[in-house]
């Protein structure tokens, strides 16, 4: 095993080679294996990089590894995928079973160290079944835009700091924490500066991963998909959150998948989101391909925790750096902060952290490979 700290890329272009690289890691099993692209529009060098291969013999069933839905946290989604193809990927039959692995889904929001993609659209609000982008979704988020994005420099941190929270607090009093949480994240798609923008219309990385989620049903009967995240839920424990669409409650997964910790995408339980990728596959799966066995989660590696003080400063972080993005910084010195603390949220320096990490996704891919019956 390459050691810990290696695992995590340090740029989108070092971990894009490596993920190139392991096509003829691949093919040591897969021999009908090979790496895809889709170039963004646009002149940067910026590509969606998958590889896939068909089961030697019969395409029974396919696992899919995704990572980089949500640009920054691709650093660790890379790591995931590096110990996923050293420890896990020898381990599967290439007769029976086909493999989608997907680099960055997301590159342009990799390479700059931003959630969003260059449109500043959050991609899990985009993988709408049946439904428009709709701006007028969401009303509620109008209330609290001049708060999440205050329209001006970033000035002063420690000041910034205390209107923010006298902000959120006054919010939170007016609305109640649920609806302020529920207007916060559910997604959104009038304000193309705020957070958890949708946008007016579907994304090409959208686009190319419905394309590639509809043609893998269709030639498997049975599908497995694990998608990369990191940010929320408790620091030292990943959680696995299933689709809101999925029928049966986390403690029945817990068990099946012999992890300690499940939640689905719910208001309660975790927190709701519109146009969710896992949730598009389950609409996907539901209405046109009810016959097959499907099973999708996200991996979310926490980092601020589950406490009041994580509740309330990932936020936080998230506006300081939305702001400086779109308005700028008084100097250098506040900008270099405003970035550290949303990298911090997204893609954690400590080692101890890094650790921990790859021991709970071991844990989860052991778990859910072999109650999928893939091992
Ligand atoms: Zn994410």
Do not use: C
Request: avoid cysteine; aromatic fraction near 14%; charged fraction near 25%.
């Amino acid at each position: 095993m390459t050691d810990i700290q290696s695992l995590f890329p340090e740029t989108y272009e070092a971990s894009r080679e490596r993920f190139r690289k392991n096509l003829s890691v691949v093919q040591s099993r897969w021999s009908k294996a090979n790496l895809f692209q889709h170039k963004l529009s646009g002149e940067e060098d910026l590509t969606i990089d998958w590889i896939y291969s068909d089961a030697a013999e019969t395409n029974q069933k396919v696992f899919i590894l995704s990572t980089g839905e949500h640009g920054v946290e691709g650093y660790v989604g890379s790591a995931m995928m590096q110990l996923f193809i050293e420890k896990h990927l020898p381990r599967l039959d290439p007769r029976t079973t086909g493999i989608l692995l997907v680099h960055a889904i997301n590159p342009w929001g990799m390479k700059y160290h931003r959630r969003g993609n260059r449109d500043n659209v959050d991609l899990n609000r985009t993988f709408l079944y049946n439904v428009e982008h709709d701006p007028d979704f969401n009303p509620a988020y109008d209330k609290i835009a001049g708060f999440l994005d205050p329209g001006k420099p970033l000035a002063n941190l420690f000041l910034a700091n205390i209107a923010y929270l006298i902000q959120l607090f006054w919010h939170i009093a007016r609305m109640g924490m649920k609806n302020f949480r529920y207007a916060l994240l559910l997604g959104q798609y009038r304000h193309h500066q705020g957070l958890y923008y949708g946008g007016k219309e579907r994304p090409e990385e959208t686009q190319v991963l419905m394309d590639l989620y509809k043609q893998t049903m269709r030639s498997y009967d049975q599908i497995l998909h694990l998608d990369m995240h990191t940010g929320y839920g408790p620091r030292y424990q990943m959680s696995l959150v299933n689709s809101a669409l999925d029928k049966n409650p986390s403690a029945h997964y817990e068990q099946r998948f012999n992890y300690p910790l499940v939640v689905a995408a719910t208001a309660d339980e975790f927190y709701a989101i519109r146009g969710d990728m896992v949730d598009y596959e389950y609409a996907l799966w539901q209405n046109e391909f009810p016959e097959k066995r499907f099973f999708a989660t996200a991996f979310e590696f926490g980092t601020l925790g589950n406490t009041l003080y994580g509740l309330f400063h990932s936020p936080r972080v998230m506006v300081h750096e939305n702001r400086a993005y779109w308005h700028g910084a008084k100097n250098e010195k506040l900008l270099a902060q405003a970035k550290h603390g949303f990298e911090e949220l997204f893609n954690p320096e400590a080692v101890d952290w890094k650790e921990k990490a790859l021991a709970d996704a071991d844990q989860a891919f052991n778990g859910i490979l072999s109650a999928e019956g893939y091992l």
